[in-house]
């Protein structure tokens, strides 16, 4: 990702309120906003504690990573002790939250920027329309917000949001059929993937370097929306298959219990939390790339931050059948049932699915799905949401360095 000192349009500024810490697991809204600091400043509003954990001892949250530091470019906010998320009376829970947003927002102002937009992650966070002063609004809809295994209608505060914000994007096809019709400014953006960083050649990670193969792997959270009556049958079932799990563990019983059970096989080793850095270079390293996932009326919606990333490797990918991943049944193998999971790895262990072709062709698909890419889509979106003479500084800049390289 290319990094510049100034941003292309340092007169605007956009204030992101998310659902999490920066230095949380990285999730769509770290690769866009760290990479949309090139377009415009950008400030990364962190939630504010609750003030019922002013007085507790902090506890160490198994999702998190390690160090805090946000790339060049990219401001943090952290509310003051003063300012922590209120529910009632209603009265001082607004007055707190519109203090919290003067002072993210004085940071934008401080930096120059005259322009302010406010870019929304989450449907709770709907009331900070009316809070501050904002040139344009922006909702980016990554998930389906209910996390319900089976089907729920649409919230009225997110179909409030939606109808009420000047642009929505949305990450995932079926959360487009959904959602996508409500505001007309919409546009979809999905997941994508560091390209280079995937693609590239990188050393075999110290702790793989054991791990007999093949190696049936799989990155990314480890939660309970995998399938995992299926996964424990699997190692029992093909034991001179090495099953590696990469990522944190979510901090979830059933989960837990899932794991404990998994990790009795010699076969099946969980490697804990990565950097975003470290973990381009595990998927390049396995045999066959699975996402796993339960189907239901939760998983339907969602669109694996993992998919381009494992493309981008090169190696096969065995998935369970769910909606976004139906576009690429050509250059991945699709799974319909439980039980078809063996044979559809063994497939994919083949030389035939690991053919220079079938390489090119899974990277091909996922070099047009770079982070920097996509990005610049939202950025000029956003600039032509603005005014035509944001779009047109935004295209001139870019025309420029295109010249120049």
Known sequence: MAETRHPILPDVGVLALVPDQWNSVWQTRHHVLTRLARYFRVVWTTPPRAWQDLFRRSAVDPLTSRPATAPHGLLIYESTAGLPQLHRPSWLATLTRNARLKQARDLLVRQGCRTIILYVWRPEFAGALGGARFERTFYHIDDEYSFSDTERPISEMERRLIEAVDQVFIGSPALMGK??????????????????????????????????????????????????????????????????????????????????????????????????????????????????????????????????????????????????IEDFKDILTLVGHADGWPEAISAALAPAANSPNRRKARQAVAREHDWDLLVRRIATTMAERLAPEYLERLERALETESTRA
């Open 179 to 324: 959602k996508g019709r409500i505001n007309a400014h919409t546009a979809f953006a999905p997941n994508g993937t560091d390209y280079a960083a995937y693609a590239g050649a990188s050393p075999e990670p110290s702790d793989l370097v054991g791990i007999p193969h093949p190696r049936i792997g799989y990155t990314g959270i480890i939660k309970r929306q995998l399938d995992w009556p299926m996964l424990a049958r699997l190692p029992g079932a093909r034991p001179s298959w090495s099953f590696v799990f990469v990522g944190p563990i979510q901090d979830h019983a059933a989960t837990r219990h899932a794991v404990a059970e998994l990790s009795r096989y010699s076969n099946v080793h969980f490697l804990g939390l990565k950097t975003p850095q470290q973990l381009a270079a595990y998927p390049q390293h396995f045999d066959v790339c699975v996402m796993p996932y339960r189907v239901d009326d939760y998983t339907r919606y969602i669109y694996p931050l993992k998919l381009h990333e494992y493309l981008a490797s090169g190696q096969p990918v065995v998935a369970a059948r769910i909606c976004s």
